[in-house]
Structures are given as C-alpha cells and as structure tokens.
C-alpha cells in the first residue's frame, strides 16, 4: 500500500517562494506526479520525477529524494492565480498506471 | 487539448436510487479511472479500467460498479445509493504502453448529493 503525506495548507505573500513537501512510504516506486488543482476545477498536471534531482519548468520546480522517499514542489514568484491545492501522487512499481494520492496542500496567496 | 467531459457538473439523487455518471474522453485513451475526493482524504481511487470490456477494483469498490461498452466511455453506477456516497467524483484518462511518464488528465468533476 501507499502512505503519501502532504502539509494541509500553506500561506504566502505574492512574489515570494513556496516549498511543499510529499514524503511517501510505498511498496514500490515509478515515478511522482504534481497536480495543480484550482477550486471548483479539475487537477492538471505539473511534474513528473522518476530520477534523483530537480526538474525546472518556468516557475515550478519539483524535486525527488528516492531513496528518502521524499519530494517537494517549489513555486517562485508567487502570484495570485497559483492559489489553488498542489496534490502529490505516487505510481507503484506495479505493471499498472494506478495512482496513490496525497490529500493535497491548499496554497493561500496574499497580496 | 485532452478534453475529458463528466456529462454532470452537479446532481441530487436519493437514498437507494441508482445513479449513473458518465465520462467521456476525446484523446483515444487506453486507461479510463473513477474517483473520489472527500476533504482531508484526497483522491480515492475507485474503478480503473485499461481497455473496453475490461474492469479492476480500485482502493474503494463497494457499493460501486463501473462500464466500458467503448473506448472512449466510461460510467460509474451507484447501485443503490446512500448518503455516505455524497463526494465529488473525477473522472480520468491516459495513454497506456508509452511509459509510466504519461499524465492521467482530468474531468472537472461531478459534485453528487444524495438525500
């Protein structure tokens, strides 16, 4: 089984940065999702890390730590429209594309 | 742009009605999942299913059954419902066989009540 944990909510100023973290403890690992999820609307994906280390996408970064179980998804330059719920999700190494998720972080940002 | 489309944003049923919801996906996705997502729990997953005709339970099964008449549908069936079945349900969909980097996309979800 899976045992994903994500802070519940976070608060932050406009132009500032974010870190969330995800700490999972799985039965087997292939690869974490980020999903951005504003109120009201459907999650949308984000990242994806399968490998050690950081990927960069404009604004967003998210980091993995396989071996800590352990990652997080940063946010730069907050703006406005970035609060919304960051939800992290786990595959297993199973043959299957099943996801586990955690019960997400709801990002405030103040002006 | 993946669309996925709930055919309902909002529903109201009552307890031991059967309920169907529908999902819809315009990408030839494979892989076609049922969630729900309760405050404070997260996504659940519910059904899943990987080509027409073909079913598996998810983490949370009962009291659900699930259809794949064809590739692009998917429906969940409240057999009969009950009051702790009210959640917002999301639909999903992704490709299968080119590697486990592949995103599932989203519906904008069904927020179900039944009284």
């Known amino acids: 089984g899976q045992n994903i944990d994500q802070p519940t909510e976070m608060t932050a100023t406009e132009g500032a940065i974010v870190q969330i973290n995800c700490t999972y403890q799985t039965s087997g690992f292939n690869g974490l999702f980020w999903y951005q999820q504003h109120a009201g609307e459907a999650p949308t994906f984000l990242s994806y890390?399968?490998?050690?280390g950081l990927e960069e996408k404009g604004r967003f970064s998210s980091f993995l730590s396989r071996s800590k179980g352990y990652s997080y998804l940063l946010l730069k330059e907050l703006q406005m429209k970035d609060s919304a719920s960051y939800l992290c999700?786990?595959?297993?190494?199973?043959?299957?594309?099943?996801?586990?998720f955690g019960a997400g972080t709801t990002v405030t940002v103040r002006a | 742009d993946v669309k996925v489309t709930q055919s309902s944003r909002y529903l109201v049923k009552r307890t031991g009605e059967k309920v169907f919801l529908e999902c819809v996906q315009d990408?030839?996705?494979?892989?076609m999942f049922w969630y729900r997502q309760d405050p404070g729990l997260g996504l659940r997953l519910i059904y899943f299913s990987y080509d027409v005709k073909m079913k598996e339970k998810g983490d949370i099964p009962e009291g659900y059954s699930v259809s794949r008449e064809k590739k692009e549908r998917f429906s969940l069936i409240l057999e009969s419902a009950s009051t702790n079945q009210t959640s917002m349900y999301l639909c999903?969909?992704?490709?299968?066989?080119?590697?486990?980097?592949?995103?599932?996309?989203f519906g904008d979800g069904t927020r179900l009540s039944i009284l």
């Open positions: 990408m030839d996705h494979e892989n």
């Open positions: 890390n399968v490998l050690d």
């Open positions: 999700a786990v595959r297993d190494e199973g043959g299957d594309y099943k996801l586990s």
């Open positions: 999903a969909s992704s490709f299968r066989g080119q590697g486990f980097n592949q995103p599932q996309h």
